[in-house]
Each structure stands twice: as C-alpha cells, then as structure tokens.
C-alpha cells in the first residue's frame, strides 16, 4: 500500500496563474481532508470531505475549490494564485472506525 | 490567538532526560489527539484522549487529559534522538465530529 499520496512535491507558481493539487488514497477511507501548514500559525483544515460527493469547508476555504472525483482521490483547486497562499499542502484520509488520520508527504507551493 | 495554545514553542534536551509538552484549550474539548511530524513529512498519529483523566502510552510517550483544565500533557520519558520532530495537539469542537483544530506545535530537537 502506498498510503496518501500528493503530487506534485513541490511547485512554483506566478500571481494569477491556477493550478490543481492532486490526492489519492490506497486504503478505502471515506474521509478525505485538505490542510495548510504555515510557521506561526500551525495546521489549518481547508476543506474536507466526508465521503465520496460531499464536501465541507473548513476554517480557511476561501481561494481555494475541491473536487472529490471518487472515493480515491481529492484534489485542491487554485484558481488565482496569491502569494498569501504560499504553504505547504497536506492532504489526509481516515476510516470511519477510528481517530487516525493518514497524511501525506506535502506540497511545497511557492507562489511569487 | 490560537484556540489550541502549545508550550513550549521549541525544546532543545539531552538524549536521556524526560520532557513535558502542553496543550492548553480556550474551548470544550470533545477529543484531544497528539501528532508528531518529522521535519520535511506528513504527520504521523500518537494517540487520542476523550475522557477526562484519560491516560495513554505509546512506547516511551505518555498523554494525558485533564478536562477540567481543558488540558493534555505529553511527556517522553529517555529521550532519544528518534524523538525529535514537531509535535502537534488537536481537538475536537463538535462531539463526533472529524474537523479538528491544531496547535502550532512544539519542535523538539534531542542531542547526543
């Protein structure tokens, strides 16, 4: 099982331009979350989704869209970079059974 | 201000010595989870707490809730360089809920 994986690793995008973060799970969760990771400000939910067709904003949706494309994979839309959404993206699923989440490796966005 | 308050920010220890982490809640808990992240990767889960007065272990890692104080403490006993990394308290603010808060972390450096 590969587990949660994010692509791309790392990316570096100019004012304006759009771009999609992709995730996908092996492991048959039905939730799936996106998060940013900034210094100071610790770990903030974007959207969530609780299974395949919904999706739920979280505490810091707004620039952001997400598609929940089938139970495997949920991905994070930029439609107007800003450099405010400089980060680090991390995408995570769980089961229904239990608290763990399982997150991925990160994106590494840069926007200039 | 944070609604999930850690300290200390950062903490520097000799391999060998024990060490305490705080989480400290301005709000009802209905869940407190600790995190760990290693530099540059995705977060890996410790445990969870709901009850008050809830302990846990996980090998040489101990949590624990005081509800009342709307607290969790972690501490590491023996410290050893696999330890370090960031460690992260979240909570939940809704009872069942999936949505978690985070704090911004404790980064834990353990030398030789």
């Known amino acids: 099982n590969a587990g949660v994986t994010q692509t791309p690793k790392f990316q570096v995008l100019k004012t304006g331009q759009s771009m999609t973060l992709q995730c996908a799970q092996d492991m048959n969760h039905n939730s799936m979350y996106w998060y940013r990771q900034d210094p100071g400000m610790g770990l903030r939910l974007i959207y969530y989704s609780a299974s395949e067709g919904t999706t739920d904003k979280g505490e810091v949706p707004n620039g952001y869209n997400v598609s929940r494309l089938n139970k495997r994979e949920f991905s994070l839309r930029l439609e107007s970079a800003a450099p405010s959404q400089t980060s680090v993206y991390f995408c995570?699923?769980?089961?229904?059974?239990?608290?763990?989440?399982?997150f991925g490796p990160g994106t590494r966005l840069t926007v200039t | 201000s944070q609604e999930l308050e850690q300290s200390p920010q950062s903490l520097i220890v000799q391999e060998g010595k024990n060490l305490t982490i705080n989480c400290t809640s301005s709000k009802t808990l209905y869940g407190l989870y600790w995190y760990k992240q290693k530099y540059g990767e995705g977060l890996i889960f410790l445990m969870m707490?709901?009850?008050?007065?809830e302990e846990k272990s996980h090998e040489k890692i101990t949590a624990k809730l005081d509800e009342k104080k709307q607290q969790s403490s972690l501490h590491i006993t023996a410290s050893q360089p696999s330890h370090a990394g960031i460690y992260l308290c979240g909570a939940a603010r809704k009872y069942n809920t999936d949505k978690l808060i985070f704090g911004t972390g404790t980064r834990l450096q353990v030398f030789p």
């Open positions: 995570a699923s769980k089961r229904i059974e239990g608290p763990e989440q399982y």
């Open positions: 707490l709901q009850k008050g007065g």
